[in-house]
């Protein structure tokens, strides 16, 4: 206990158990009021899992979660509620039928079966709040007709409205424009000025690092780190968690381009989603055996792209596959001309085994052709060697997108499309994937087109890069020049 | 926007209403037996609506409900001889205390779990009734000494206006603040519960109102019949019958439940002509909206409306 101001949220010797797993193992830290601290870990380290022990979502073994003096350990999520813990979801699941006001309102109703009517204040609190949080201008729209940005801010709206003492915050920034970092980032600010204390729980320290007081960093469900933002950043144990090996480095030799055709060449492709323009205008090439990579932040345009090309998706222009225009070609056609796509959902068969899984990817060739690239495969990615037998669920993030790619590959695709593999993999993860796709470029004479957020992710492996923004090619070229020319500018 | 909606609705409902309740003058005595039926399985699904389109849970049991509310009330009827009204409200009573236990697994499984416990209910308590046939008439049934009406309009209009209060107790509980509470409790419980309210209890209290309004309307339907029996009150195939009218109409309409519960019994009569055919055809056109119409009638015209 500090002398000065006694600590609103204390969180001691916490532990969770989810059969064998040890998912959280002795966590303890404590919050004052107006501090913020970021909880952070790559997937799998257990953060969320915190997050949802002190809110009751899950019930923690042992330990203690004592909000201003009580201890609500194993408490029900609304009791904690209403001791004053708020949360932010990073998936927002608004009311679909129910506009943006009637949202927030919702938020700000008692917990009783008496009121059938809700008090006249809270309209206006509820203006209030959505004007603090920058949603005053959609009040009366329903939220399926805002971008994500909004949807997000109605999350803030929700929580704000319970006057919570403590804020838990989950991934503050996953998926939003650097303008909307900044507006975020104050809303955050705005709650420490009010005295609330917050919990941010991040991916990495580097994301948060300008608003939290202090971090603490977890692994495998322990404690690894704690301290400022630098101290948890130099912290030798953190930076091996994160780095993981030496940093592989890339350029390609230049590829003895056939001075012919392109294998895939798109032209002038616009797709529209009712009003809303997803792409404009937009022409790239693919060569024969070339890695190209389409970086852009989320929303940029990379799946629609990539959904156009495999024909699930109407499109102005042209898309010229080596036989011919694509138009008109049923989506398993062009899957058996030879585009593949692994999908950022990944869409694995989650009780089927790894190896079913690999068979399904397989089953139109031939049962010798099948085992040999099953077998390579296996060779590709060690670690489904070991998981065969496991269902696809199982897994972790990192070895369900392995396996995406392995199915992928099964169907021995002349091109293969890999959109956003990194989605939600932490970056000791990131790490294995990345050495598997260097692998899988060094060694075949595959044809991919990569779509990325993560351009650190994606610059190693490409021999170009086009740069999609708001739907439209803002820069092509190749990786070296990206930093000089484009670096800055992206983010 | 929600004063025009309303407005729009009464303006839609008024008449409707006139016309309905000046049903004894222009309809036929059979048609007025069609209908009576037809208002009872309106609040029915109207109950089920509550639960399924805003409390989230799938209920493959209404008729465990109605049934303890129908066979309460008979019951009561047949061994006390109590007046109607006071075995009607045993007959709720005991609806509710049924929809409490059903209610209680539902508080802990989710999803398909949940409508399996409640589709046992259903045989369980079938098989009650036919194990204790000696007091409740088995198979066969169990006449009620007392019965509403002897005239098809007084039945007729005690069942219109029993529905119309069912309505309008039902829309304004699911636009009230509970409504949105339900509702959203009903979307994504943790979130709620986040919020600050208590997911169990308000599912409780959802499942007790489905319970008694259900309960009560399985007890007009006994003293407007005459006889209480498994085939009429209780059979899977009536739960079945009453999901597909809620869905028909439109899932979180409450309003839709009853216009949907009110075209299929229509439809079943006017199609009798085509014999064995007719459930085939009702089935038939039923499956055809769910399939092209997800949001069902009444989302049809919501959607008209908004566009408009």
Known sequence: ?491 | MTTFLKSRLLWLSLPALLIAALGPWWLSAYYLGVLTMAYFYGVFAMSWDLLFGYAGMVNFGPTFLIGLGAYGAALLNNYAGMPIIVCLLFGGFMSIIGGILLALPALKLRGAYFGLVTLVAVLLLQYVIVIFSAYTGGEIGMMTPDILSINASVNYEYALWFMVACAVLLVVLSRSSLGLILEATGQDPIAAAALGFNVAKHRLAAFCVSALLSGLAGGMMVFYSGTASVGTVIDISIGVQIIIAAVLGGRRTILGAMVGAIVILLADELLRPLGQLNIFVVSGITLAVIILFPSGLLGLFNRTKEGA
């Open chain 1, 1 to 491: 206990m500090s002398s000065e101001t006694a600590n609103i949220l204390e969180v001691e010797h916490l532990s969770k158990r989810f059969g064998g797993l040890v998912a959280v193992k002795d966590i303890s830290f404590a919050l004052k009021p107006g501090e913020i601290l970021g909880l952070i870990g790559p997937n799998g380290s257990g953060k969320s899992t915190v997050m949802k022990l002190v809110m009751g979502i899950e019930r923690p073994n042992t330990g203690k979660v004592v909000i201003d003096g009580t201890d609500v350990a194993g408490w029900p999520t609304a009791k904690i509620a209403h001791q004053g813990i708020g949360i932010v979801f990073q998936h927002s699941r608004p009311l679909h039928r129910q506009t943006v006001l009637e949202n927030i309102k919702l938020a700000l109703l008692p917990d009783s079966l008496l009121r059938l009517v809700a008090d006249p204040s809270v309209e206006e609190r509820a203006r209030a709040i959505a004007k603090r949080v920058g949603l005053e201008a959609v009040l009366h729209r329903l939220p399926a007709t805002l971008p994500f940005a909004d949807l997000r801010r109605i999350e803030m709206a929700k929580a704000l409205a319970r006057e919570p003492k403590v804020v838990l915050v989950d991934e503050p920034f996953a998926g939003l424009t650097p303008r909307e970092v900044a507006d975020f980032s104050a809303l955050i600010h705005g709650f420490r000025e009010e005295g609330r204390a917050v919990l941010l729980v991040d991916h990495n320290v580097k994301s948060v690092a300008a608003l939290v007081d202090r971090a603490l960093a977890m692994y495998l469900g322990e404690q690894i780190a704690e301290g400022t933002a630098e101290q948890v950043t130099r912290n030798e144990r953190v930076r091996e968690v994160y780095m993981g090996g030496e940093i592989v480095s890339h350029a390609r030799p230049e590829l003895a381009r056939k001075a012919g055709e392109a294998l895939l060449h798109i032209d002038d492709l616009s797709v529209r989603y009712g009003k809303a323009q997803a792409l404009h205008d937009v022409s790239l090439d693919v060569h024969e055996g070339e890695f190209v990579a389409v970086v852009g932040l989320n929303g940029a345009g990379k799946t629609t792209l990539f959904n156009a090309i495999s024909g699930l998706l109407g499109y102005e222009g042209k898309i010229n596959w080596h036989n011919g225009e694509l138009s008109g070609r049923s989506v398993a056609q062009i899957a058996r001309d030879g585009i593949v796509q692994c999908p950022e959902t990944r869409e694995l068969f989650g009780y089927m085994s790894v190896r079913e899984n690999l068979e399904l990817g397989g089953a139109h060739l031939e049962d010798s052709e099948r085992i040999a690239q099953m077998a390579w495969l296996l060779g590709l990615f060690p670690v489904l060697q070991q998981r065969q037998r496991q269902a696809a669920n199982t897994l972790s993030g990192g070895e369900q997108q392995m396996l995406a790619i392995a199915r992928a590959l099964m169907m021995k695709p002349r091109l293969l499309i890999l959109d956003e593999p990194t989605l939600g993999l932490a970056p000791v993860i990131l790490d294995q994937l990345s050495q598997a796709l260097h692998k899988l470029r060094d060694t075949t004479p595959i044809t991919v087109l990569l779509g990325e957020q993560n351009v650190t992710f994606a610059l190693p492996h490409s021999d170009r890069i086009y740069v999609l923004e708001h739907g439209q090619i803002a820069w092509v070229g190749k990786p070296d020049a990206f930093g000089k020319e484009m670096g800055e500018a992206y983010l």
